[in-house]
């Protein structure tokens, strides 16, 4: 059974810095397309960064340059650090993971962790 469990959100003021972690079983992030998703109410899921089992990530426009997503094998975690961040950052925050091993696959994300929230004030 696949569990995916986010913590870290917090409340930070603009121009702060955060790391998102997800603690994973079931699955080995190291060998998989993994990422992370943002929403806020109202609107569509976002990518925000995913990253396969070559390291290989990419992130959304918006976020290039002040995220970086990176995978501790040892833990078997997921994190995300995020800096200079914007009120706009602000949003509920999901790790997710695909049963494939590249993201250019277009695969589908089966596995989600409840997501953790992120607050950013101007």
């Known amino acids: 059974q696949v569990q995916l469990e986010e913590s870290g959100g917090g409340s930070v003021q603009a121009g702060g810095s955060l790391t998102l972690s997800c603690a994973a079983s079931?699955?080995?992030?190291?060998?998989?397309?993994v990422g992370w998703f943002r929403q806020t109410p109202g609107k569509e899921r976002e990518t925000v960064a995913t990253?396969?089992?070559?390291?290989?990530?990419n992130y959304a426009d918006s976020v290039k340059g002040r995220f970086t997503i990176f995978r501790d094998s040892s833990e078997n975690t997921l994190s995300l650090q995020m800096s200079s961040l914007k009120p706009e950052d602000a949003a509920m925050y999901y790790c997710?993971?695909?049963?494939?091993?590249?993201?250019?696959?277009?695969?589908?994300?089966?596995?989600w962790g409840q997501g953790t929230q992120v607050t950013v004030s101007s």
């Open positions: 079931g699955v080995t992030v190291s060998t998989r397309c």
């Open positions: 990253i396969d089992r070559y390291g290989n990530a």
């Open positions: 997710a993971a695909t049963r494939l091993d590249l993201c250019t696959r277009m695969p589908g994300w089966p596995y």
